[in-house]
Structure formats: C-alpha cells, structure tokens
C-alpha cells in the first residue's frame, strides 16, 4: 500500500475537507479524491461518507485511521533513526523578521553551520506572520505566539528594549521634565509612559529608527537594533520615566512528531 496515499488520508481525516488536504500537500483536489478513491478501493470499504456539505469518516474509516496513523509513524520513526545515523545534511527554510536583526542569533546560525557544514539555511526575510506550510518554511523566529494548536511556540531569550533619542534632539529637549509632551516613536507599542505621537510615523523599525537619527523625536527600539549607534555616538539612551518591558521572540515551528534530525538539532541550538 503505497505511503502517500496513507498520508494523505490521515490528513484528509483530519481536516475532513479534501480542498484544504489539497492546498497543505500543493496538489489538485482531484488527486487526493483519486488517492482516497484507489485506498478505498484496495481495502474493500469505504473511508468516508462524503456529500455537497460535509465529509465524514465512516466507522471503518475510524477504525483504519487509528492503524494507519500507527503504520506512518513506525514507518516515519524508522526513517529518522536511519537518518540520525547518517551525515547531518541538507536545506534549512528559517522564517526571519526582517526589520530587527539580531546578531545573537545570527552568531548561533552561523556557528551551526561550521559544525554541520553540509546543511544550507536559507533565511526568508519578513515581517508578516508567515504560512509555515506554504512556503516551505521549517523554522519561524518571530516576536509574540501565534498560537496556533497546529503550531508549537518556543520561547527564546526576550530582547531588551531601549529609550533612544538623537544628541540633537536632546540638546533642543533637555532637560526633559514631561515625556507626555514630547514625541516618541515606539513602533512595537512598548512604551509604559505617557508621551506624544511624532508627526511622521509608522511601525516599522528601520524607518523609525532613521527618523529618531533625524532628530525627528525619540525612539523605544530594542537594545541590539540601537547598539551600533550607541557605539559610534549617534544615539543616546535616555532614563525612562517607567521600566520598559522586554520584547519577546519565539521560535515556531509544525506541531509535528518527527522532525528531519538537521532541524532538530538547531531548534536545540537557537533554544541553548
């Protein structure tokens, strides 16, 4: 019995729809009924009633699913246990925010990759919440839990945030007595005090931080986004009137039993 038709009925049992079991595996409708058709075919009973509205297992269909789901994992766990006893190899699809390098995390990828030198990541670059299914994407690094039960949420180590403003807008500002009066961008929505919107605005964290170098207001930006400008003067960090929470990053991922043993291993390397 062939595996792919086994996978792709536990997955339409479980979505109980053959267009979104289609649209998760990137084939047409017609080729999952034809899989679904021939299973049912080979076995001599039918796995599901099916109408203009609704899809159902019938109750052989339960019975099968509970045996084939334990077949594809067997099968799977199998297939893992021979690829952990191989080289660590192969591509590496990282969802990554565009708009806030880190360069802790950069640092651990980089050093995966001299430690498995056969494994190539690619990073995709965005700021919107991504579908992990189609776009291929393995890992995910984002700023709050999608939460999504098909979805697992690690957290990583939280970033710092920072209260930054310009030398020459502070010098217009000092001493700053009342933040409610003056412009800050915070383009996380971060800030615990009282302060004034700047003329021009936007959440993004590129441009927010090129208006704050511009003397165009202040800025609540996270630590290792500011700390180059810090560094070479071109910012300063300012006390806040009221503590700063930290910004929280999660690594996500498909809620799924087995993993390629190459993903595994730098889940635990960016969690360590």
């Given at each position: 019995?062939?595996?792919?038709?086994?996978?792709?009925?536990?997955?339409?049992?479980?979505?109980?729809?053959?267009?979104?079991?289609?649209?998760?595996?990137?084939?047409?409708?017609?080729?999952?009924?034809?899989?679904?058709?021939?299973?049912?075919?080979?076995?001599?009973?039918?796995?599901?009633?099916?109408?203009?509205?609704?899809?159902?297992?019938?109750?052989?269909?339960?019975?099968?699913?509970?045996?084939?789901?334990?077949?594809?994992?067997?099968?799977?766990?199998?297939?893992?246990?021979?690829?952990?006893?191989?080289?660590?190899?192969?591509?590496?699809?990282?969802?990554?925010?565009?708009?806030?390098?880190?360069?802790?995390?950069?640092?651990?990828?980089?050093e995966f990759c001299r430690q498995y030198p056969k494994v190539s990541i690619e990073l995709v670059l965005s700021d919107q919440v991504a579908d992990l299914v189609e776009q291929r994407i393995d890992l995910s690094i984002r700023g709050?839990?999608?939460?999504?039960?098909?979805?697992?949420?690690?957290?990583?180590?939280?970033?710092?945030?920072?209260?930054?403003?310009?030398?020459?807008?502070?010098?217009?500002?000092?001493?700053?007595?009342?933040?409610?009066?003056?412009?800050?961008?915070?383009?996380?929505?971060?800030?615990?005090?009282?302060?004034?919107?700047?003329?021009?605005?936007?959440?993004?964290?590129?441009?927010?931080?090129?208006?704050?170098?511009?003397?165009?207001?202040?800025?609540?930006?996270?630590?290792?986004?500011?700390?180059?400008?810090?560094?070479?003067?071109?910012?300063?960090?300012?006390?806040?009137?009221?503590?700063?929470?930290?910004?929280?990053?999660?690594?996500?991922?498909?809620?799924?039993?087995?993993?390629?043993?190459?993903?595994?291993?730098?889940?635990?390397?960016?969690?360590?």
């Open positions: 019995m062939h595996i792919d038709a086994l996978r792709t009925f536990i997955l339409v049992a479980k979505l109980l729809n053959f267009s979104a079991a289609a649209r998760q595996l990137g084939l047409p409708r017609g080729t999952v009924s034809a899989r679904i058709q021939e299973l049912e075919k080979r076995l001599g009973i039918r796995l599901f009633q099916r109408s203009n509205r609704r899809v159902a297992l019938t109750p052989e269909g339960i019975q099968f699913l509970a045996s084939a789901s334990q077949a594809v994992t067997l099968l799977d766990e199998a297939q893992n246990q021979l690829a952990a006893n191989h080289e660590i190899a192969g591509p590496i699809r990282v969802g990554y925010p565009a708009a806030t390098p880190d360069s802790g995390l950069l640092e651990k990828l980089s709050r839990d999608p939460a999504n039960p098909d979805l697992i949420a690690r957290p990583l180590r939280a970033r710092s945030l920072l209260l930054v403003a310009s030398p020459a807008w502070l010098a217009q500002h000092q001493p700053i007595t009342h933040w409610q009066h003056l412009p800050v961008h915070d383009p996380h929505q971060q800030a615990s005090f009282p302060h004034q919107t700047p003329d021009i605005h936007t959440s993004d964290l590129n441009t927010s931080l090129q208006l704050c170098l511009n003397s165009m207001g202040a800025a609540v930006l996270p630590a290792v986004f500011c700390r180059p400008h810090l560094e070479r003067g071109e910012l300063i960090s300012l006390p806040t009137p009221e503590p700063l929470p930290e910004l929280p990053l999660f690594l996500i991922y498909q809620q799924r039993k087995l993993l390629p043993e190459r993903t595994r291993r730098l889940i635990q390397t960016l969690l360590d």
